[in-house]
């Protein structure tokens, strides 16, 4: 058995939960792109999770903000 919660996830989910974590992640925040938000996923055989987002300012931002944005989905 997995303990990965990301296993249990579809890709619509995980891309609805990003998008949640990245909404409140720019609530809290006056910085980063204001456009930003997940467009597409890739689940990955050891578990991982890959993003696209819609476009490469929002990407660059949300690799530096990557530890906040883990927390925030992980709470979710």
């Known amino acids: 058995m997995s303990s990965n919660h990301l296993d249990g996830l579809n890709k619509h989910e995980l891309v609805t939960n990003a998008n949640e974590a990245i909404s409140t ?9 204001r456009e930003i938000r997940a467009v597409g ?5 050891n578990g991982g999770v890959v993003y696209k987002l ?15 944005f883990i927390e925030h989905f992980g709470g979710m």
């Open 41 to 45: 996923t890739k689940k990955l055989r």
């Open 54 to 68: 819609n476009s490469s300012e929002a990407t660059a931002w949300l690799r530096k903000e990557k530890v906040v």
């Open 25 to 33: 992640m720019l609530h809290q925040s006056e910085q980063g792109p």
